[in-house]
């Protein structure tokens, strides 16, 4: 009530309000604009490649450069800012190649969810739809083109494959000693391992 008896309309703020639109909201305009922005051309250029030009040389070094500059770009600044997850290679004194999958442990810097859905779902579906690109060039006997369809299967694959192995690191419980005793297990007695199975 206020001063004069009448009732004052006030609104609560729990916080909640504000924490939607934090998860809603946009972050980083333009690296989800260009992770979206590098798969998206890609596709559409090798759909309408004949009508830019009847040049397969010029329609196959755009569509590979624009998948390079994707797998460039989610690797390496994109999956960091939306999600906080990166991935990359490394070659220790010995001269043997390590993969090291990496999360952020404290989400302040890294997108919102509104993000994470926009990486999540383009580096979903993107390999997806070049998976059925295979089919259909498998199958219309359109083999020229099937060596570009599988360069933009494996960058973009490859990227899922780092990303997911990522988010399985962030989310592992199990201790990697654990892990390194049952594949240990597994070399010394695979006749008990199968038993068991």
């Not at 010029?58 to 600044?77: A, H, P, R, Y």
């Not at 390590?98 to 969810?113: C, L, M, P, Q, Y």
């Amino acid at each position: 009530m206020g001063e004069d008896g009448e009732i004052v309309d006030v609104s609560l703020d729990y916080g909640g309000e504000e924490d939607r639109s934090r998860s809603t909201r946009i972050r980083h305009p333009l690296a989800t604009f260009f992770h979206l922005f590098f798969r998206v051309s890609a596709i559409i250029i090798y759909l309408c490649c004949d009508w830019f030009s009847r040049s397969f040389v010029v329609s196959f070094v755009t569509v590979i450069c624009l998948l390079s500059c994707d797998f460039w770009s989610v690797k390496n600044v994109t999956g960091r800012l939306l999600v906080g997850l990166r991935w990359w290679n490394q070659i220790d004194e010995d001269g043997r190649s390590h993969w090291v999958f990496e999360a952020k442990k404290i989400r302040d810097g890294s997108g919102t969810e509104a993000e994470a859905q926009i990486f999540w779902l383009g580096l979903i579906i993107c390999p997806l739809i070049w998976t059925a690109f295979f089919f259909t060039t498998l199958f219309s006997f359109k083999i020229k083109w099937l060596a570009l369809v599988v360069a933009g299967i494996c960058l973009q694959a490859a990227n899922l494959y780092g990303y997911l192995r990522c988010k399985a690191g962030e989310q592992e419980k199990v201790p990697k000693s654990a892990s390194q005793y049952l594949g240990q297990q597994f070399i010394q007695k695979p006749d008990i391992i199968f038993g068991i199975l």
